[in-house]
């Protein structure tokens, strides 16, 4: 990488800073969000797993 490219990209960088900045935290967003949903799928299936026990417990 040269210098030239560099200054470019560094006052390109300063011109869309606003930019970037919300695209990082759309980039943080998705990645709590898909976090959040890891976890809600991990709990929804234990406590599909749990009533699915109590069922069979019931139904004998």
């Known amino acids: ?4 490219s560099l200054v470019r990209l560094t006052y390109y960088a ?3 800073k606003r930019i ?3 695209e990082c935290i759309h980039m943080c967003n998705c990645t ?3 976090l959040y949903m890891l ?3 991990v709990i929804m ?6 009533v699915s026990i109590k069922q069979k417990k ?3």
């Open 58 to 60: 019931t139904s004998k």
């Open 45 to 50: 299936q234990n406590c599909i797993i749990t």
């Open 20 to 22: 970037r900045f919300i």
């Open 32 to 34: 709590t969000f898909i």
């Open 39 to 41: 976890y809600f799928l």
């Open 14 to 16: 300063l011109n869309n």
């Open 1 to 4: 990488m040269n210098a030239t």
